[in-house]
């Protein structure tokens, strides 16, 4: 395997909505050249009013710091979308470059969801990298877009050498009990959830996916091995 695959996947808990015990969680690759690559950053430092489901515990900050790392030491960013308790921490990596669908960043500014976590998404577009669907950013780290928890929501796929394949669902299907092909759902946009739950499960047999972590799921996330212990 080439030393610019994926080494390490690191699971972090970054905080909680209390009432029931949802994790809100981000994720640290490694590449086996030393690369650090950060999917999403969790809850920002201060909730925003309104926010009190929300509660803060060891911040993505102190949890790299415990294994070493400073935020400068982050080279990429993949932002899977633009909801406070995905993005809310983007601003503290000043080094690295942020790479979101196109589709997503571009509906963001006129979108009064993401209006919040601005300061934190709006950096300039050189340190933004738009991809456009699909996407291979490095040999073993795949980029899969999968819009209708909101347009341009990405999840992501990992590829391990003891592991095996590992599909981060993120929002698209945020609990176990959720992936389920054809998905009733009568909500705004679940004809696109729908799409989106149908493409991760054809990826999962396609791809022989050994591990699917879904984005919120209190149970699944008891079970997994959380930073400092990782995949590899
Ligand atoms: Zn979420």
Request: proline share 6%; hydrophobic share 35%.
């Amino acid at each position: 395997m080439s030393q610019s695959a994926v080494k390490r996947l690191y699971l972090m808990q970054v905080g909680i909505m209390p009432e029931y015990a949802i994790p809100i969680v981000c994720y640290l690759v490694q590449t086996g050249d030393g690369k650090n690559i950060l999917i999403d950053s969790g809850l920002p430092e201060l909730m925003p009013e309104g926010e009190s489901e929300f509660e803060n515990g060891q911040d993505v900050i102190e949890q790299l710091a415990s294994i070493g790392l400073k935020p400068d030491d982050i080279d990429t960013v993949i932002s899977t979308h633009y909801d406070g308790d995905h993005a809310g921490r983007h601003a503290a990596f000043t080094k690295a470059q942020y790479v979101v669908q196109r589709s997503h960043h571009e509906q963001a500014p006129g979108n009064a969801r993401f209006a919040f976590t601005r300061p934190q998404w709006d950096q300039p577009m050189e340190r933004i990298r738009l991809v456009d669907g699909d996407a291979e950013l490095l040999p073993g780290l795949e980029l899969i877009e999968t819009s209708g928890h909101v347009p341009g929501h990405q999840s992501v796929l990992v590829r391990l050498s003891k592991t095996g394949t590992v599909l981060l669902t993120i929002d698209a299907v945020p609990f176990r009990e959720s992936f389920v092909r054809d998905l009733a759902d009568d909500g705004s946009d679940a004809d696109a959830i729908r799409a989106s739950t149908n493409k991760l499960l054809d990826l999962v047999e396609r791809e022989k996916v050994g591990l699917v972590i879904f984005g919120h799921d209190p149970e699944q996330w008891e079970g997994l091995k959380k930073l400092p212990e990782y995949y590899e």
